[in-house]
């Protein structure tokens, strides 16, 4: 049997081991086909860890500009970055900027201003940020400037920056945005308000993901927000701002430990379970009495749809990362205005997960 009479699925598995192993050289003199199929396997994934690599990665493009269009991700985690020649590679990635899905960087945030024309130039689905500690900067304004030309952004990930009111009402600017992550140390003094900015203010926001943020400060915001933990149960109501707007019902909070199976839903949270220390420094998980049919009352709001943690979190291969999920329903303030007026939004019933 030939290798051309094998189908292409197998083929691109074949050199895909093959670059796997660094044999990459070798697939692509085999035929015009194997080089095809091994630049797009090559290209797909960048990875930039210095400014040498930068620099050689910019001269391949330049001299045979269609390998571009095999970019699906690009990472740069590199902390000297040559913007002159960042940018240079983002010009070469615009004609392809709606295949590239993934963009990671590591350089410092002190960077935001000679790095504005690079990131200008992308617009990725999904982007991350992780940072040194930047307690001094305020870079709201700078984020707003070159995230609202990202049209395409789905998820924003970042890390060590100091979420204030700035940074929250830049990021609540950015309606397309469905999952939002915020690590590092500097979540330790997280404000209340920028929370709320953040879930009331994003519409289309699905999951609000905090990391490294103290129990205490946990247990402030989510007493600021409403969040209530009753003796027959656990449950989460928001304090109304307004007399006329009708008490809203209680929502839930769902804990799950990182290495159980994935939370799923096959009906509205027929049953809930709530967290019990059994005096050695582990929790166990405490059945209680089933919920009624809705997670809500019928009388507040229609049945909410599906939850689960996502499939986007690999439980069993990051035991560590995470050590324990808090998934909370919140339903902002706008949304009972709206339902008070016939118009209920059920996109706007989000998970807080807490990241530790």
């Known amino acids: 049997m030939s290798v051309s009479s094998l189908p292409c699925e197998l083929v691109v598995l074949i050199i895909q081991h093959a670059c796997d192993n660094g044999e990459a050289v070798s697939m692509s003199l085999v035929s015009r086909q194997f080089q095809y199929l091994t630049e797009s396997i090559l290209y797909r994934h960048l990875s930039i860890s210095s400014s040498q690599v930068l620099k050689l990665l910019v001269r391949s493009l330049s001299s045979r500009p269609h390998l571009a ?20 590679l983002a010009r070469l990635l615009m004609p392809y900027q709606e295949r590239l899905m993934r963009l990671q960087v590591r350089f410092p ?25 930047t307690w001094m900067i305020r870079p709201g304004e700078l984020f707003q400037r070159f995230l609202t030309k990202w049209t395409r952004l789905k998820t924003l990930r970042l890390g060590n920056f100091f979420l204030d ?18 690590l590092g140390q500097s979540n330790k003094n997280l404000e209340v308000e920028s929370v709320r900015t953040l879930l009331e203010g994003i519409p289309r926001l699905t999951v609000l993901e905090v990391g490294d943020c103290p129990l205490r400060r946990r247990v402030i ?17 928001y304090a ?28 509205p949270l027929a049953s809930l379970s709530e967290w019990s220390n059994d005096g050695n420094g582990s929790r166990r998980a405490i059945p209680e009495s089933p919920l009624e049919d809705h997670v809500l009352s019928p009388n507040s709001a229609p049945t909410q749809e599906l939850l689960s ?11 560590s990362r995470l050590d324990m999920h808090t998934m909370k329903r919140f339903v902002s303030e706008s949304d009972f205005n709206h339902y008070h007026h016939r118009e209920w939004h059920r996109r706007r019933v989000h998970i807080l997960r807490w990241v530790t």
């Not at 991350?128 to 500690?133: A, H, R």
């Not at 109304?240 to 009906?267: K, M, N, T, W």
């Open 69 to 88: 269009q095999h970019v699906r991700s690009l990472a740069i985690y590199t902390g000297r970055v040559p913007f002159d020649v960042a940018y240079r």
């Open 165 to 182: 009111s700035v940074l929250a009402s830049s990021i609540a600017a950015l309606p397309q945005i469905t999952h939002l992550t915020l």
């Open 309 to 319: 943690l996502g499939p986007d979190y690999d439980h069993e291969h990051n035991p």
């Open 240 to 267: 109304d701002g307004e007399d006329e707007v009708p008490r809203r019902q209680p929502g839930r909070l769902l804990l799950s430990r990182a290495y159980s199976h994935p939370v799923a839903l096959s009906a």
């Open 109 to 133: 945030a002190s960077d935001l201003v000679p790095a504005l024309y690079f990131l200008e130039a992308l617009n990725p689905a999904h982007f991350e940020w992780i940072t040194s500690p």
């Open 221 to 237: 915001i989510e007493t600021e927000l409403g969040i209530e933990r009753a003796a027959g149960g656990v449950k989460c109501e």
